[in-house]
């Protein structure tokens, strides 16, 4: 055991490690599956080569390449990673919302086996399939590249990039944004529905990815001094994936653990075992594939979070200094939270939540189950007629394939409403709500919000307008926390973009801690708070039900589409999200509610839209629609 | 014109293995919800287990018979052993691809391991060459022809006009509704990986018959033809898959004819990007 051969190791640990970083953190935090990763570390790899060589003639004139522009270091390996950013963009069109993850991973997947096949077969580009050699080491004329001394500063400088990329997506995946990220890798829809550019998210993990996984190329290149086909082939992005789910997908230590058990591992292991004549050819490389394909499914199937699971992000009542000037010394039991306690004390509203800053008024009209009543009817009673229209939908229709979900669907919305809309199952509710929201397109017909024409506008253009929805189906974002899943949500986050990530915590923390108080407060008044620190995938059905309402009030709605919010919630309970709602819409909110419970519709909601079979039955007071034989005979009877 | 029709007879073979390949990749996908990349393993497996009857001097048709048994089982082994408990625990489907994508490498890497990785080839007779007019195609590329025909026709009266085509396709638009509906979908599941995997198998087979030499990692492009001709059709479209296969079938040959045979790929890939791009439902699937 020499010292070449501890500093070869090392420098391909630093390599592995970057790329298996830049993978952990489009695969582990983004959740984007890019079976194509390799073409990145190739690109950066061809790129640092031709920028380092000299023209072609003037190097033997042994090989074809284009470029051969000789320039010094560190042209070459800033080139690399900007040609491994670069060339990610076009692939954009692949991971945006239209199409599924696994088909967009198969055309990633596809895309490096046939770019590998090219670039074998064109040998004027890049020299086909024998590829570049001589590719000059960083400062080779100066020093002595095969000296020690040389390749402990080779090595060392790997390392410290390798460093620099590691706080690089430490930096990202810890702040506001890489919770967005987060958020989309669990939930890409509600992800969407909450105002996250999902495009956007994507490209810019893309382009991450690539870059890291680009540099990596062109720090290898000027090592080893030679780049060609065979070292890129689409299975050994699956050695990197296998890197990442055996290190533990989302925790960026892991990553670097996994680069050094997987591909460093392999790479030790195969050196030390003799050859023999008596083995068939191809025997050992084959058999070590196939340990690496039954080392992602073991691991997959055993333990699938990974030797280093994902770090649970524990943030702690009262850390913030805006919490500390409430309550902090309040009991954390959920059965006794919300009533007359938090009446008593009107919080103060913080200016990045503006969604909540009515939670005095809220609190003060829930305070006792007897004003319930006379909320309820007071918007009907007291402001007569209601408001100006805030949402309204012109002749909206769906097609599913012949089956007509929507048909022809008018209605307004007023300000300050509770609306309610029932219908018999199939009737086309949770259709509609998805067109209003935007989650579905509209097959015709337009939709107004706030006077606007909304009805091309996406479903995260949408949110950020205030129209919100939620969904019929459990969508907790499930590896994030109680606390995280409302934080998510949150609109204005100085910290939740790309740049505010790379600024760091210090550009964020106000936002952060303001919006931290928001979310307790919340976490009271539904009595949730002693379970803010627990995963919202591990609650139960009705906890999780709040926790999604919860959310959607975090992102400062000013139209609230509700599909079955109260489904699976204790009576009780559902009373008060039912209050809550009452009291937030006296302060300017609007509801539109589907819900099944009809109990419900008569105490919080006016008017009542009745659906059947896709369209509208009649609309009214819930005493005026029971009168109706038209909605009796659809729906109340059944 | 000659080298239009030899190059048209060329693509004709290769629809026609396509044909059987593609077929086969999207009843599993569409019935199942797996997309097994696994597929092209499997099936160059099947064509090592053919050669290795055809090499204790039985004839290669017998191998084929053997294979088509022998991948049939081993996809109902790898669907109950591996792919079913996955479901079983909610695994997401991507999670399901990369673990299709481990099978890959233990299947095909595991034929490497016990085979070699040196090409091989069948010990066989073309037969007559039958000429057309200046298309000529030898008596064992007709056969595969008319295999793919068969495997057609065959899928065609399956889904149209048998219970457990019906079964199959009702699995296939809602499994839960399907169960609901007193279709044992778990049995129907395990029949088709049965027949796909055979699908599979044949199609392995005469891959390996059309390609003259093999080796393991053969069939690593030719997933590409089939994830082309499976997309372009439309996934889980039996008979938007044929549609595909003819097309990229055709399409590869004949520009292979044209521009060098090495980048006859790229039409394919170009069709399967731009299908995934502009409308991932297919050319005969309904639009999102």
Known sequence: MNSYYVLNLLIYAAVDAMACLGLSQQFGVGGVTNFGFIIFQAAGGYAAAILAMPNQSANGAFQSYIGGWNLPFPIPWIGAAVVGGVIALPFTFLVGRRLRGDFAAVGLLVTAVLLNLLVTNYKPLLDGDAGLSLIPAPFQGEYNPLSSNYQWVFAAGSLVMCAVVYLLVRRITESPYGRSLRAMRDNDLVADSLGKSLLSLRTAMLVTGGAIAGLSGGILVSYITTWSPAAWGYAETVVLFAAVIIGGAGNHLGAILGAVLVPVGFEEVTRYIPTSNNLPPNLIPSLEWVAIGLLIVIFLWFRPQGILPERKRVIKAGQTPAAKAGDPAKPREPAKLGEQARSAEPAEPTPAAMGTAQAPSAGAVAAGPLLAGTAASGPADGLEPHGEIVLQAVDVARDFGGVRAVDGVSFSV??????????????????????????????????????????????????????????????????LTVMENLLSAVPGNRGDSFRGALAGRRYWRDDEAAAITAAEELLERFGLAALANNYAGDLSGGQRRLVEIMRALMAEPRVLLLDEPMAGVHPNLARRIGNELIALCAGGLTVLMVEHELAIMDEFCDPVIAMAEGAVLAQGTMSELRSRTEVVEAYLVG | MTIFLASFGFGLVTASVLAIASIGFTLQFGVTDVLNLAYGAVMIAGAFIAYVINQQGVSVWIGLAVAVVACSVGSVLLNACIYTPFQRRGASPITMVIVSLGMTLIIEFGVQAIAGGTAVSYTMSQGPNVRADGLILSAVQLVVIGLSVLVMIGTHVLLRYTKLGKAMRATAANRTLARNCGIRTSRVITITWALTGALCGLAGVVFAMDAGSFDATATDLFLVLILAAVFLGGPGQAYGAMLGAVVIGLATEISAAYITADYKYVIAFVALLVMLGVRPTGLLGKAG
């Open chain 1, 414 to 479: 007023r300000r300050g409403t509770v609306t309610g809309l029932i219908g018999p199952n199939g009737a086309g509710k949770s259709t509609l709500l998805a067109m209003l929201a935007g989650t579905l397109p509209v097959s015709s017909g337009r939709i107004r919000y706030q006077g606007e024409d909304v009805t091309h506008l996406p479903a995260y253009r949408r949110a950020r307008l205030g129209l919100v929805r939620t969904f019929q189906l459990a969508s907790e974002f499930k590896r």
